[in-house]
């Protein structure tokens, strides 16, 4: 079942913080982030295990709730290079081998 | 090393056509996938293969094909071609199963049926 994410879109400031929202409605496994710029490919981000630490690098991290199968993506003092469009994509359980399923997408803007 | 390859970058064709979408990975990644994007939407899993010779279908197979015969090469298969399948196809790879390990995504194809 596809997650859901939200917003579904944003619009900020260049030096303001963004938090992009993903849940499921089932057990996961892992959740991996992508950015994806228009016209381009997925770009991997990070991958957060069922069980692992909060990840991040730089001034983009996230974290991933196994109580509530939610993970959130926070991008802090955003800059122009961090617009586009940020998907989630979940693993069940169990489901290695049978690749993710991606939420519909957050579009950021970040403005001068 | 050149990552995921997919060719060609653009096609139109005309409704009963019929094409196939090349994939290339020179990353001597066992997995692949083929998705599908539309407009304002995340990506749909069409197929999937764990290595050589093994494929399995995904979320959205229908009016697909795909073969493995070697480990750098996954094309997808379009038959009967439908304005349904207009859409941006991404190919991708990981060293094994999602669970762990980063997809790398092809540049993408932009598909559409007329």
């Known amino acids: 079942q596809q997650p859901v994410q939200s917003p579904q879109a944003v619009i900020l400031r260049e030096g303001e913080d963004a938090v992009i929202n993903c849940s499921s409605s089932?057990?996961?496994?892992?959740v991996h982030w992508y950015r994806q710029k228009h016209g381009e490919a997925p770009v991997f981000l990070m991958i957060l295990l069922k069980g692992g630490e909060q990840k991040g690098h730089e001034k983009i991290s996230a974290s991933f709730n196994e109580k509530k199968q939610q993970s959130s993506l926070y991008l802090t003092a955003s800059q122009l290079s961090y617009s586009g469009t940020y998907f989630c994509?979940?693993?069940?359980?169990?489901?290695?081998?049978?690749?993710?399923?991606f939420g519909k997408g957050t579009h950021l803007i970040i403005q001068p | 090393n050149a990552g995921v390859t997919q060719t060609p970058k653009f096609r139109i064709l005309k409704i009963g056509q019929s094409m196939t979408l090349q994939c290339t990975q020179d990353m001597n990644h066992n997995y692949m996938y083929w998705y599908r994007q539309d407009p304002g939407m995340g990506l749909k899993l069409i197929y999937y293969?764990?290595?050589?010779?093994?494929?399995d279908k995904g979320e959205v197979p229908n009016g697909y094909n795909v073969s493995r015969s070697t480990t750098e090469d996954f094309p997808l298969r379009l038959e009967l071609a439908a304005p349904s399948q207009t859409s941006v196809y991404f190919c991708?790879?990981?060293?094994?199963?999602?669970?762990?390990?980063?997809?790398?995504f092809g540049p993408g194809t932009r598909l559409t049926v007329t």
């Open positions: 293969s764990v290595g050589a010779g093994i494929t």
């Open positions: 089932k057990a996961l496994y892992s």
């Open positions: 994509g979940t693993e069940l359980p169990g489901g290695g081998a049978d690749g993710l399923t």
């Open positions: 991708a790879s990981s060293l094994y199963g999602a669970n762990s390990y980063e997809q790398y």
